[in-house]
């Protein structure tokens, strides 16, 4: 049995998103369904729609950070009721049995990969899954996440369910605390992000950016300063000091840079994946003082919980801008642009008139 969704999808990578019907399953015994109240704009939807990644399956419905409403759950289903306010995030499955299932990092699924909220395998009806664009969606119980924040911030909320975790993770697994000096490279959808939740463990946080008009709103999150890593002589100033940092940038970057201004022991861990190789890293400059460069991949179902109930206690959310859901393609041409500050979130209610 299958229920009609309403949503936005690209038919091809030339196409413009536009209105598409389609199918959802009917609830089975663990699925909960959910009415989408808002859906957040990753830069992922973007490469994904437009073929600038390969293998998208058209046609593409994107969408990966989603906040609604249940409105029905099968019979099996404990962790939630009708009514409840949940999140969906990158993830809709997983083998379920490997090790790194087993411990709770899905995201790092060692025998079907994990499945995509879009463009992945459908494990039930067959061909690929759709995203957040769109009225509604069925996910197995185990991929929902309870959302605690107030009604008033849903909209700002659902980026945290892939910009919030893919910064919270690293933070988390390096273990980023009070007396930590912390970098966070790129002050975009991410790196606003990495600012907030480093500030609110207690790290003395900076922002690296080409920007140095971006030094007040840097501030304003949450960080001590921003240091214009153009700058040869500011960024010299803090050479051997950080204990962390955070690179949010997708963009190709001499990683040098930042990792000459590692402690000894320090870590720079990378969240963003270029189009084009990063030049190959000073061995050099990790044997002689143990640094490491490592990688990060948003974070399984358990850790994303997490991530929203300590966003909740501390009360933080995304800098969002509202738009309709037919404003998507002007919004794309912004994000290539970095016009926005700091997200994109779709009102799924503009749906009905689109």
């Known amino acids: 049995m299958t229920t009609t969704a309403h949503g936005y999808a690209a038919q091809s990578p030339e196409t413009p998103l536009a209105p598409f019907s389609f199918e959802r399953r009917e609830p089975g015994k663990t699925d909960v369904a959910i009415d989408i109240a808002f859906c957040g704009v990753c830069h992922s939807d973007l490469h994904t729609a437009k073929?600038?990644?390969?293998?998208?399956?058209?046609?593409?419905?994107?969408?990966?950070?989603?906040?609604?409403?249940?409105?029905?759950?099968?019979?099996?289903?404990?962790?939630?009721?009708?009514?409840?306010?949940?999140?969906?995030?990158?993830?809709?499955?997983?083998c379920g049995h490997c090790a790194s299932c087993?411990?709770?990092?899905?995201?790092?699924?060692?025998?079907?990969?994990?499945?995509?909220?879009?463009?992945?395998?459908?494990?039930?009806?067959?061909?690929?899954t759709f995203g957040g664009y769109s009225d509604k969606i069925v996910v197995d119980e185990g991929f929902v996440l309870k959302v605690s924040h107030p009604e008033a911030d849903l909209a700002a909320v659902a980026p945290l369910l892939c910009a919030g975790i893919t910064t919270y993770s690293p933070l988390k697994h390096w273990k980023v605390g009070p007396g930590q000096k912390v970098g966070i490279v790129g002050l975009g959808g991410l790196g606003h992000m990495g600012v907030k939740i480093a500030n609110a463990m207690g790290a003395e946080v900076y922002v690296f950016s080409t920007s140095p008009n971006k030094r007040d709103d840097a501030k304003r999150l949450g960080a001590k300063d921003?240091?214009?890593?153009?700058?040869?002589?500011?960024?010299?100033?803090?050479?051997?000091?950080?204990?962390?940092?955070?690179?949010?940038?997708?963009?190709?970057?001499?990683?040098?840079?930042?990792?000459?201004?590692?402690k000894r022991d320090g870590t720079m861990t990378l969240v963003g994946?270029?189009?084009?190789?990063?030049?190959?890293?000073?061995?050099?400059?990790?044997?002689?003082?143990?640094?490491?460069?490592?990688?990060?991949?948003?974070?399984?179902?358990?850790?994303?919980?997490?991530?929203?109930?300590?966003?909740?206690?501390?009360?933080?959310?995304?800098?969002?801008?509202?738009?309709?859901?037919?404003?998507?393609?002007?919004?794309?041409?912004?994000?290539?642009?970095?016009?926005v500050k700091y997200r994109f979130v779709i009102d799924m209610a503009s749906m009905k008139t689109a």
């Open 273 to 339: 994946v270029p189009e084009h190789a990063h030049p190959s890293p000073s061995v050099g400059a990790l044997i002689f003082k143990r640094r490491a460069i490592a990688g990060s991949l948003i974070g399984g179902i358990a850790e994303t919980q997490e991530m929203l109930d300590f966003c909740n206690e501390h009360g933080l959310v995304s800098d969002i801008e509202m738009i309709r859901m037919d404003e998507i393609e002007p919004s794309y041409e912004r994000m290539v642009k970095s016009d």
């Open 226 to 262: 921003l240091i214009v890593s153009k700058d040869e002589a500011a960024m010299a100033e803090h050479a051997n000091s950080f204990d962390f940092i955070l690179n949010t940038v997708a963009a190709s970057h001499n990683l040098d840079t930042f990792t000459a201004l590692l």
């Open 102 to 128: 087993k411990d709770g990092e899905e995201q790092y699924c060692e025998t079907t990969g994990f499945v995509g909220t879009y463009n992945g395998p459908d494990p039930v009806l067959g061909g690929h």
């Open 51 to 94: 073929g600038e990644w390969e293998g998208t399956l058209y046609p593409c419905v994107p969408g990966h950070e989603i906040v609604g409403h249940v409105t029905a759950v099968g019979s099996d289903v404990t962790k939630f009721k009708v009514g409840d306010v949940v999140g969906v995030g990158c993830m809709v499955d997983s």
